[in-house]
T-cell receptor, first 111, second 115 residues
Framework: LAKTTQPISMDSYEGQEVNITCSHN???????ITWYQQFPSQGPRFIIQ???TKVTNEVASLFIPADRKSSTLSLPRVSLSDTAVYYC????????????FGAGTRLTVKP | DVKVTQSSRYLVKRTGEKVFLECVQD?????MFWYRQDPGLGLRLIYF???????EKGDIPEGYSVSREKKERFSLILESASTNQTSMYLC??????????????FGPGTRLLVL
């Protein structure tokens, strides 16, 4: 199973750009990289997913270097409501038993 | 929108009781999952199912069993609840799309307290 490493916590201020990096040194050829966001007392929800280079949606951007051994979730101009735990997952969707959540990164946005 | 519902938000049970946690999804997803979440440990996979009547163990299946008699419903069973099973339980579902990555859709969670 691909293992991921993320910082345990990060602090930021409103309006700043936040970058959370995830290391996945043993990523396999078929693996995708997926990020989830979880607010207190709620289940995680999907934010963004990518395989290589850059992916952008209305919520975030995901940067993946050529070697794919890491990825960076970028949240532009965060607000207090972005305070949450962010999880990076790496896995092969063709193998149902392949995806695992780690401990995640707890992002705290301050006024 | 995908909707995943769980039968209870909060549940209090006594040690030794048999506990049923129900999960229902309305999007005809093939895959369903049960996780537990504890402080500092993230989400840990208990069991998952990729089809009706099919089940696979996750990382921490001990003390749990599951049932999937219908595609939309996935039940987690604690045969004899113990205090170390006090936790937040999260159910998720995902579609299976050949050649594409799946994303999981989560329910709101059930916070179980075993006394």
């Amino acid at each position: 199973l691909a293992k991921t490493t993320q910082p345990i916590s990060m602090d930021s201020y409103e309006g700043q750009e936040v970058n959370i990096t995830c290391s996945h040194n043993n990523i396999a050829t078929n693996d995708y990289i997926t990020w989830y966001q979880q607010f207190p007392s709620q289940g995680p929800r999907f934010i963004i997913q990518g395989y290589k280079t850059k992916v952008t949606n209305e919520v975030a951007s995901l940067f993946i270097p050529a070697d794919r051994k890491s990825s960076t979730l970028s949240l532009p101009r965060v607000s207090l409501s972005d305070t949450a735990v962010y999880y990076c997952l790496v896995g092969d969707s063709s193998n149902n038993n392949d995806m695992r959540f780690g401990a995640g990164t707890r992002l705290t946005v301050k006024p | 929108d995908v909707k995943v519902t769980q039968s209870s938000r909060y549940l209090v049970k006594r040690t030794g009781e048999k506990v049923f946690l129900e999960c229902v999804q309305d999007m005809d997803h093939e895959n369903m999952f049960w996780y537990r979440q504890d402080p500092g440990l993230g989400l840990r996979l208990i069991y998952f199912s990729y089809d009706v009547k099919m089940k696979e163990k996750g990382d921490i299946p001990e003390g749990y069993s599951v049932s999937r008699e219908k595609k939309e419903r996935f039940s987690l069973i604690l045969e004899s609840a113990s205090t170390n099973q006090t936790s937040m339980y999260l159910c998720a579902s995902s579609p299976w799309r050949a050649g594409q990555e799946e994303t999981q859709y989560f329910g709101p969670g059930t916070r179980l307290l075993v006394l």
